[in-house]
């Protein structure tokens, strides 16, 4: 069961229908991996002085960008912004703040938002159209804007091309470590890279979360490619994690194209199209497992994969489900071998499936067939519990789907981060 | 604001539609409150010896019955036996047990369950169809057969018009209290009783959970009646409350009226049904509260309410949404005013409202106006959330709609208690 390889981070990932393979390969950096890409980083005492706080992302020549938000209803002022500003499909700049969400600050948020797109559209001399804004942080707190506009300048300043580190440390709230990386691929004898950053790390959960991710590519590629690829790349990553259940009111998902790559341009189909595609899907898909492994409190990756469902969204739905059930998220953090809240949740997901064909493995361990209990090795289950990325299984045995989605364990660490956040 | 009001729980309830107020008044005893019914229980040692873990519930007289079942798509054993004997609107006896839910185990466990209905049936002269059974403990694990059938037999034989106090304790799991009440009420110049006592007390959520409630009654009752109105009543209690966002395989709410009250018989509509169904919410919601009250790990009762809200729909989906919420719950446990986490859960709940609009309370301090800060008493806020219930009131000025959903704070018992719950 291919689930069940224990897959290194950089492996070839298979196209889904064609089985095509792609030559890609990771390589170091995030956000300015790919050419004509700076970054700068600033730090203005948002929340508590002494750490960056501010990133400026920038690119170097016009670009193509496309972006994916939020489906809270209630959106924040930076994500509002950006919807406005990515309408016509270009963008030359992100600016993000970590410390303050900018969310529930009504009108003023709202100016506060366009006051930071403005003050790096002055220093870059770019319309502040081209600005795109991120906030992450507490809710409903006034934006300390006397810090963080000379902070925006400050970070201008900073612009680098091997500036997508520091950015990467700049823009983590709760996380403890910072999530880049970049692939290269071959597109028609030229040589595109796309790179990226994220961050979560409480409030992730499907359609989004506390969650931004920060994508730069020099790839030639039409604005309704790019956001056609990077709906299709998100619904298969950052879509399918989960931390709490929370989908946050700042989640941004946005990517840049410069096209210094000088490929034949990617239009909305075709080979091209799908390998980059693909290769955005990975990279998408690195970062999601990044997030959900770095999820608040989490001391391992939860993997949940769902096999021959009879629909996608069968496969989706259930997988979702069971990698956000808090009974079975705090028996991976127990190491109880808990099959029985695994079955429950799917049977609560809202999945079709027949509970009495489902097998279910605890890595490569059977522990239920046809949705009864196996004598399993207790002992082998308890070792695989163990382990820092816990795989469960469920196969449906009803039809060809699959899906797979990511989550963490459920811990002392994750009430205590929370009990008190905003102190 | 009424829902600020510290109402105690045996106040009476008014009828939402017609503000009629109902003459009834909660009288002590539970499940054997109503006349005719006997409870008897026995320790069969299914999970540990040394405790009562069966229960027999039996209606003296022929009796209507009627049940609401898991939407689990995996459903135990026994609630598939039970929904089967049901079907026809009568039943004598409820036979439960805790520390094995009988769930996942195949043909075999539809056997045992229909051998439990058997050995109650032997016992008390009644039809095998005339049984209910109900399970609660560990999914996936046979069934002590050879224990559980004589401790049928034993509870049979202990059967007792003041039995109900320990059937309520005999169907505990992680419950820290048995949760049972009784009202009474006037119906055309006779007095009727409703009796029930529940269990959680983890997996609790809307489409019930591993709770079981069982409810009888003296009043003379259609069994179409009864059905209508144990489906108002759920809609309003325990479809309302979540201690974790897992439903479980094996929730069950049952009902048995035996008639002995001899009030003009209650058909599906009139001022009858209504006070009757009205008095069943009643008392439904007090047990649900008290389910939500002791959630694994929990310190605190989370009451939410939402206010004017445009359809019935809006103001459950979010009421019920806040209260689930993980870092709702985390900061109702760290005593944290982070109002901003209810709206954001409001807002990722589906329902209808305008953000710009919401004013948030915390008891009566409000914190939140038109989805904007305000500069509250962070003392008095304090204070409030240190109380044993906290209420948490959104108001979304949009229509005459409210709803009222219960939880529990998120605390490092809750953790503890679910990573290592099967040894």
Not at 126 to 133: F, R, S, W, Y
Not at 160 to 167: E, F, R, V
């Amino acid at each position: 069961m291919d689930s069940m390889d224990n897959k290194k981070d950089n492996e070839m990932k298979i196209n889904k229908e064609n089985k095509m393979k792609i030559k890609m390969e990771y390589v170091d950096g995030g956000v300015t991996a790919a050419a004509g890409f700076l970054a700068g980083t600033a730090m203005a005492s948002i929340k508590k002085p002494g750490r960056r706080d501010i990133a400026v992302l920038y690119s170097t020549v016009p670009a193509t960008a496309a972006g994916v938000f939020t489906m809270n209803k209630v959106k924040a002022a930076p994500v509002l912004l950006s919807m406005e500003h990515l309408a016509k499909g270009t963008a030359r700049a992100v600016v993000v703040n970590s410390g303050n969400a900018n969310a529930c600050n009504g009108l003023q948020g709202l100016q506060d938002a366009r006051a930071m797109a403005g003050a790096a559209a002055e220093y870059l001399g770019i319309p502040e159209q081209e600005v795109l804004v991120a906030s992450t942080g507490v809710i409903g707190r006034k934006m300390p804007m006397a810090k963080i506009l000379p902070g925006i300048r400050a970070a201008c300043a900073e612009l680098s091309p091997t500036g997508g580190d520091l950015a990467a440390q700049a823009i983590m709230t709760t996380d403890t470590f910072p999530k880049e990386a970049a692939v290269r691929l071959e597109l028609g004898g030229k040589t595109v890279t796309i790179g990226g950053m994220a961050k979560g790390s409480g409030m992730i959960h499907p359609n989004l979360a506390t969650m931004l991710c920060f994508l730069t590519t020099d790839a030639v590629i039409t604005a309704g490619a790019l956001k056609l690829a990077l709906q299709y790349a998100v619904e298969e990553s950052f879509n399918m994690i989960t931390v709490d259940g929370d989908t946050s009111t700042n989640d941004m998902v946005s990517i840049m194209a410069g096209g210094l790559a000088q490929n034949v341009r990617i239009e909305e189909s075709g080979p091209d199209y799908e390998l980059f595609r693909e290769a955005l899907t990975e990279i998408c898909v690195k970062l999601a497992r990044d997030v959900a492994r770095d999820g608040e409190g989490a001391t391992k990756l939860l993997e949940v994969v769902v096999l021959n469902a009879s629909s996608e969204r069968d496969a989706r739905l259930a997988a979702r489900t069971v990698s956000g059930s808090s009974l079975v998220k705090a028996a991976v953090f127990g190491c109880d071998a808990n099959w029985g809240r695994v079955i429950c949740a799917a049977g609560y997901s809202g999945a079709e499936f027949d509970p009495e064909r489902v097998d279910i493995f605890l890595g490569d361990e059977k522990v239920a067939e046809n949705g009864c209990s196996l004598d399993f090795n207790e002992e082998r289950a308890l070792e695989i519990l163990k382990r820092d990325r816990v795989v469960i299984t469920l196969d449906f045995k009803a039809g060809p789907f699959k899906a797979t989605s990511w989550g963490c364990d459920l811990s002392y660490d994750y009430v205590k981060i929370n009990a008190d956040y905003r102190t």
